[in-house]
């Protein structure tokens, strides 16, 4: 069995989240509304894929929830201009490390961005 890949993802978030909701509003005291809210992710599936497994509160084999309820309820679309530069990535935790890294600089850049 071939070994999973992993891509990098960004979803671009209602403004309303800044408003409605604290943890991310306190996550993000460097946006000052001109840019967009978004959430960054990490996936083995395709980016369009784990998009509508959060869209829809997709549960595992198991039963757990494995969607984000940020994206469920703030979710609009994907954002491929600002991660489609970024190759398949090898290894998981390589993956969460390259996610964090993105989050950050969009960040830095006055964007409003939640991550895990």
């Not at 978004?38 to 198991?62: A, D």
């Not at 954002?79 to 490390?97: C, Q």
Request: hydrophobic share 35%; charged share 25%.
């Amino acid at each position: 069995m071939a070994k999973a890949q992993y891509s990098i993802y960004v979803i671009e978030l209602s403004k309303k989240i800044y408003t409605e909701n604290k943890k991310f509003r306190e996550a993000n005291p460097q946006f000052n509304g001109v840019l967009e809210c978004l959430y960054v992710g990490m996936t083995s599936k395709t980016p369009k894929e784990r998009f509508e497994q959060h869209k829809n509160g997709t549960l595992s084999k198991k039963g757990i929830n494995i969607s984000s309820s940020i994206v469920r309820k703030y979710g609009l679309y994907l954002r491929g201009s600002l991660y489609n530069h970024i190759p398949l990535i090898p290894t998981k935790v390589e993956a969460l490390k390259i996610e964090k890294q993105l989050a950050l600089e969009l960040r830095r850049k006055k964007y409003a961005v939640w991550f895990n």
